[in-house]
């Protein structure tokens, strides 16, 4: 491999380029101690020696860092480890290296995020929500099933009461409005109509 550039990533660090490709980064004490300057050869086991001895422990350090204020998701540990240009294989060893110590577990995010968010999302944005941050469909699903169900027609209200909406209004146009915003929010169908059916047998 040969060292194609280097482009400055500040706080003294620099981005090494190997074969044109961003490879990872490294203070610029780091970069004599290997002899990495432009158009220098890396050797497979140069590569081997910096990944070992430099970037695995600083990887490591990242990531125990990032989970310090809050907890991530694998998808989400490993977006932040590729944004600050550490290998794959290294990326790999830091994500075997966190669930060993639970450090990173997916199914402990999901059931803590459906545990803090079920009394205000409907089971919809919840999956949606989960699936954004790198859950998959299937634990998603298990989770959510695993939880007591909320009952979807007590959100409702509470979402009727917090706007002040009138469910036994007769005006079209706000029926229509309160429909719309229930939608949104990711209710379905069925259950916004036996919100308009059971508070109307309340008039």
């Known amino acids: 491999m040969i060292v194609t550039g280097l482009e400055p990533a500040g706080k003294g660090r620099e981005k090494v380029f190997l074969d044109g490709n961003a490879a990872f980064v490294l203070y610029g004490g780091e970069l004599s101690r290997y002899g990495i300057r432009e158009d220098a050869e890396v050797s497979e086991e140069l590569y081997e020696r910096i990944l070992k001895e430099v970037l695995l422990k600083r ?7 990032i989970l310090k204020s809050m907890d991530k998701t694998e998808a989400q540990m490993r977006q932040k480890l590729k944004e600050g240009t550490y290998p794959e294989k290294v990326i790999e060893e830091v994500i075997g290296w966190l669930y060993g110590f639970h450090y990173l577990d997916d199914r402990r995010y999901a059931e803590n995020y459906v545990s803090q968010k079920k009394s205000s999302k409907s089971r919809k944005q919840m999956m949606l929500d989960l699936e954004r941050r790198g859950i998959s469909k299937t634990l998603a699903e298990e989770v959510l099933e695993s939880e007591e169900e909320e009952d979807e027609m007590a959100l409702i209200r509470q979402w009727m009461e917090k706007k002040h909406i009138d469910p036994g209004t007769k ?27 059971v508070e109307n047998e309340w008039q």
Request: proline fraction near 3%.
């Open 171 to 197: 005006d079209p146009k706000e029926r229509q409005k309160m429909w719309q915003f229930l939608a949104r929010k990711g209710f379905r169908s069925e259950d916004i109509r036996r919100a308009f059916q």
């Open 59 to 65: 990887a490591q350090a990242r990531s125990l860092y």
